[in-house]
């Protein structure tokens, strides 16, 4: 090739974990490889987020009925796929299946420390066939940043600078004053915090972890890695793929790629004007994605004939407007308050619309249509004093009307004497408000939610309180004062992008991949469709086609 600055075999545009993995397959295979991350810090949006990984049949698991079968069935009855998400099919659901364990395979053998999330963290849809109701989720392993070495302030920061598990952090938060075995895991956590500052270290947990452990490998492997240094444009010769137009130090450079490029560059969370046209309603300013989440390259890829699809989509997670919201690096999140037993979640009628439990992106999307007909955004949280007493709110007790005066002061926090009180602060009307809360304790009676089917999944009661039966998802709202906070569909990305095949390969509209370009994570239409099976639901997919992509590539695919 000719007219290049630089060439690569592999070239990665963006540093989410699968532009990691991908590029460590191309390394172990004797090729070059160079990640171009257009921000400041390495990570992308997998740095800031859980980090959590679903993949099924994983060296983790013990569960004796685990099988790739198993988990095929399980895909092929959640995902929704047709004409309204072309960006899954069998064969893809299969690759991933089958890959993404031997993934996680490779990614260990290149020294990466990975972990079982938890022993319970089910699958949001754990009733369907294949489902899994312990769990198929991975994380890495807490993270001591400073192994990073000069490259540890380009790491993202992350959501969770602690040394633990995230959800044993969650525990910790939520029921250490129910339980002497949480109050046990607090202070094991509590140690490591303090040992952790004496001897200098500096753990950071879930999606930062990841990242933080699969840089730390991808250096050691060899591949180039560049921040500050965004792709503007494909060059294309005899109609492939051949290098990529990059600003590096300020230049305009030309990197040839001898054997394609990888697009993983994120969604467009922080679009609005994308948003405005593929997802109205929605803002970006309610998004947790990093500000470089800007969907730069999709014009570009379909000025190349790539076709987008499922761009209506996005992984929604709930989250609610509270003081300072704007400010905030991780926004305040809705799930864990609604999800609790004693709170329910209703619209600007006063009526409710959907399972407060179950899947985030779900929960979002139902929002989302129910704002169409009535207005839904934001809705209403509500619960009672009952639950203020067993419950924290964003982190802190608000058990007393002294310790909830400035979120009330602020008027964020709704509170109401009686029902009808409530209903007044809130603009409803205060029959139907009553009404749906009366219905409401009547299924928690009943032990069924005879509606929206709450509580009857195993991971809607996971969402709940394991102190709280029969159901850990169902309590009454019947002990006055009564309060109410607003929740809105934040999100943790977009879900729309190119389709790719089960080789990660851009497609055209004839089915055709483009030559030289390929594409993993959120870049894409996902490959579960417009559906979230369960925690890690777009990381696991990212890190898998990096990995698929690369090996195509590398023309290695039987051998890694």
């Known amino acids: 090739m000719s007219g290049f600055d630089e060439t690569f075999d592999w070239v990665v545009v963006g540093s989410g974990a699968g532009s990691m993995s991908s590029a460590m397959v ?32 994983n060296r983790f698991m013990t569960d004796a009925d685990e099988s790739p079968q198993k988990a095929i069935t399980y895909l092929d009855a959640v995902t929704n796929e047709g004409t309204d998400a072309p960006g899954t099919s069998h064969e893809k659901r299969v690759a991933y299946v089958n890959e993404s364990p031997k993934m996680l395979d490779f990614i260990v053998g290149q020294g990466v420390t990975m972990e079982r999330a938890t022993d319970f963290w089910p699958d949001y ?66 140690v490591r915090v303090v040992m952790a500052k004496i001897t200098g270290r500096n753990y950071t947990s879930s999606g930062a972890a990841l990242q933080g452990r699969m840089l ?78 800007t969907g730069d390259l999709f014009g570009k890829i ?9 761009m209506d989509q996005m992984v929604g997670y ?4 509270t003081p300072g919201f704007e400010k905030d690096f991780v926004k305040p999140g809705g799930q864990g308050i609604t999800g609790k037993p004693g709170a329910i979640l209703v619209d600007h009628s006063g009526v409710r619309y959907l399972n407060e439990g179950g899947s985030y992106e779900l929960y979002c999307q139902r929002m989302i249509e129910r704002n169409r007909t ?43 004497n009686t029902i009808e009180e409530l209903a007044a602060q809130i603009s409803v009307d205060p029959a139907v408000l009553k009404a749906t809360i009366e219905r409401w304790n009547g299924f928690v009676d009943k032990g069924v939610d005879e509606d929206f089917g709450r509580g009857g999944r195993e991971y809607d009661k996971w969402l709940g309180d394991p102190f709280n039966q029969p159901n850990p998802s169902l309590g009454r709202i019947d002990k006055g004062p009564f309060f109410a906070i607003n929740i809105i569909p934040s999100d943790v990305s977009t879900y729309g992008g190119a389709i790719i095949d089960a080789k990660a390969r851009v497609l055209k509209a ?8 390929y594409a993993c994570g959120v870049s894409t239409a996902s490959i579960m469709g417009g559906v979230y099976p369960g925690a890690g639901a777009s ?22």
């Open 374 to 416: 009535v207005p839904a955004v934001p809705s209403w949280a509500v619960f009672d004093q009952n639950y203020l007493e067993n419950y924290k709110l964003h982190g802190k007790w608000q058990k007393t009307a002294e310790q909830r005066k400035a979120l009330v002061d602020a008027g964020y926090l709704k509170v109401g």
């Open 302 to 310: 379909e000025e190349l004939g790539g076709v987008m699809a499922q």
């Open 510 to 517: 004839d089915g055709e991949p483009i030559p030289g370009l």
């Open 125 to 190: 849809y754990d009733d369907l066939p294949g489902g899994c109701k312990t769990t198929r989720c991975v994380t890495a392993k807490y993270f001591n940043t400073n192994e990073l070495g000069e490259w540890k302030d380009k790491l993202a920061p992350g959501c969770a600078p602690f040394p633990a598990k995230l959800e044993d952090g969650m525990k910790v938060l939520n029921y250490a004053h129910k339980s002497w075995a949480y109050k046990w895991l607090f202070a094991k956590i509590a």
């Open 539 to 560: 990381v696991g997919p990212s890190m898998t086609f990096g990995y698929i992509a690369a090996k195509h590539a590398a023309g290695v695919d039987n051998s890694l």
């Open 318 to 321: 709930q989250s609610s407007l």
């Open 216 to 293: 730390k490998a991808a250096l050691a492997t060899g591949v180039d890695i560049r921040v500050n240094s965004p792709v503007k444009d494909f060059i294309v010769e005899g109609g492939k793929v051949v290098g990529v137009v990059a600003e590096i130090d300020g230049k305009t450079r030309r990197i040839g790629a001898n054997l394609g490029v990888l697009v993983n560059a994120g969604g467009f969370a922080q679009n609005q004007a994308m948003r405005d046209k593929y997802m109205p309603g929605t803002k970006a300013e309610w998004s947790n994605v990093p500000m470089g989440d």
């Open 26 to 57: 191309m390394r172990k295979a004797g090729k070059t490889a160079v990640i171009l991350e257009k921000m400041p810090v390495v990570g992308g949006t997998t740095a800031k987020s859980g980090g959590v990984m679903w993949i099924p049949n």
